[in-house]
């Protein structure tokens, strides 16, 4: 399709499991950003990628959290040892924008994860 | 983490009624943006504002950016039962990181046919 695109949709995961959650931005954009939106909340930024290069990674809550983009389209966002703390929709965004940021995103439907 | 702060937090009105809601930062932002979210879906930009006072209109949607570039507004005129989302509201800040959009905590619409 023509949008973002992640996979899974809804992911039900062990307390300590692993798991990993992918993003396939719309094709061209330069850049993209991962969130994490807890139920009742707005989205909270996590990191930021420009091309491959993981530019900010300021919002990653802790070093179990590690996202890639190896060429520059594709990403995942892996968990390690989930925590209950974990579970929220994990949206990913990309922007065609190469230099800073105006805001204007193009979200896919997110990622739904559970932590039991 | 920052958050903006949006009023109101709910509201539930008459098809046809208009609606207003808003969004205050005590800091000076750059850019406002307002988001519409359906249920299991992402966030979908609805309008982009980048100079303070500048008003922009999408359809029967409004929106501005404060004067003081603390605040920006959102309006729906003549509401339809597909208006039913939560709106977001969001911003980049003058001061910092400006790649991270600071985001309200969302105004959900209801609209009864």
């Known amino acids: 399709g023509a949008g973002v695109s992640q996979s899974p949709r809804y992911k039900v995961a062990k307390r300590g499991q692993d798991v990993a959650l992918r993003c396939d931005p719309i094709s061209g954009h330069v850049s993209l950003f991962w969130y994490q939106q807890a139920l009742g909340q707005g989205p909270e930024f996590l990191t930021y990628?420009?091309?491959?290069?993981?530019?900010?990674k300021s919002g990653l809550p802790s070093d179990r959290f590690f996202a890639e983009r190896p060429e520059g389209s594709v990403s995942t966002l892996k968990i390690q040892r989930t925590q209950q703390e974990d579970s929220a929709v994990y949206l990913c965004?990309?922007?065609?924008?190469?230099?800073?940021?105006?805001?204007?995103?193009?979200f896919g439907e997110g990622s739904r994860l559970t932590v039991l | 983490g920052q958050q903006l702060n949006q009023s109101p937090q709910s509201m539930f009105i008459q098809e046809g009624e208009d609606v207003s809601m808003n969004c205050t930062s005590s800091?000076?932002?750059?850019?406002w943006l307002w988001y519409k979210q359906d249920p299991g879906e992402g966030p979908v930009l609805l309008i982009a504002l980048y100079k303070a006072g500048e008003l922009t209109s999408n359809g029967r949607l409004t929106a501005q950016f404060g004067i003081t570039r603390k605040d920006s507004f959102l309006n729906i005129s003549a509401s339809i039962p597909s208006d039913v989302g939560i709106y977001f509201c969001a911003g980049l800040p003058n001061a910092g990181n400006n790649r991270k959009l600071i985001w309200g905590l969302g105004t959900s619409l209801g609209v009864n046919p």
């Open positions: 990628f420009q091309n491959e290069a993981q530019l900010d």
């Open positions: 965004a990309s922007s065609l924008v190469r230099t800073g940021n105006t805001g204007e995103l193009f």
């Open positions: 800091s000076i932002f750059n850019t």
